[in-house]
T-cell receptor
């Protein structure tokens, strides 16, 4: 019963490096989301997708890119990492009938 | 844009007592969902309770209940018989029901005192 799976759970990057956070869900949800959570703060929406091939920006998209080639996968790409991108990242998928979000366990990213 | 406001950054409650966490939101929509999510130190986001805007009856899940005031755009969470395991960050959230976007408040950190 996997739900939403995020990898990696922890990562340290140097300034200017790039990386991809992976997210997969096995619930056949059309809607998927990427959030970031800074210390002591709420969740801010980075990007979301309403289905395969369709993505859109959220509140804080700068410095990130996403793709959605399949219903299951929604990777988040960080290009040219900056210290301001140090955060915990959550991927989530939405059950259409209830609106409930199902979250991954989060990925803690540190940029030094 | 829709916003969700939680005006209490921190709250504390004595074990076995009752506590109420506040949430207000701003929307021009008439049909939407509201949620309370719990985030314990493990960081995992856990759904506590859900309310559909078109339903006048307040949602209840065991010790957790809400006071939904649609006209006032208020959605508070009441935790009865507080337990040590209730200690966590609590987030209020709004979903426009079409699912295009999902907004969270800044959270309330709840401490349960033994």
């Amino acid at each position: 019963n996997a739900g939403v799976t995020q990898t990696p759970k922890f990562r340290i990057l140097k300034i200017g490096q790039s990386m991809t956070l992976q997210c997969a869900q096995d619930m056949n949800h059309n809607y998927m989301y990427w959030y970031r959570q800074d210390p002591g703060m709420g969740l801010k929406l980075i990007y979301y997708s309403v289905g395969a091939g369709i993505t859109d920006k959220g509140e804080v998209p700068n410095g990130y890119n996403v793709s959605r080639s399949t219903t299951e996968d929604f990777p988040l790409r960080l290009e040219l990492a900056a210290p301001s991108q140090t955060s915990v990242y959550f991927c989530a998928s939405r059950m259409a009938y209830t609106g409930e979000l199902f979250f991954g366990e989060g990925s803690r990213l540190t940029v030094l | 844009a829709q916003t969700v406001t939680q005006s209490q950054p921190e709250m504390s409650v004595q074990e076995a007592e009752t506590v109420t966490l506040s949430c207000t939101y701003d929307t021009s929509e008439s049909d939407y969902y509201l949620f309370w999510y719990k985030q314990p130190p493990s960081r995992q986001m856990i759904l506590v309770i859900r309310q559909e805007a078109y339903k006048q009856q307040n949602a209840t899940e065991n010790r957790f209940s809400v006071n939904f005031q649609k006209a006032a755009k208020s959605f508070s969470l009441k935790i009865s018989d507080s337990q040590l395991g209730d200690a966590a960050m609590y987030f209020c959230a709004y979903d426009r029901r079409t699912g295009n976007q999902f907004y969270f408040g800044t959270g309330t950190s709840l401490t349960v005192i033994p």
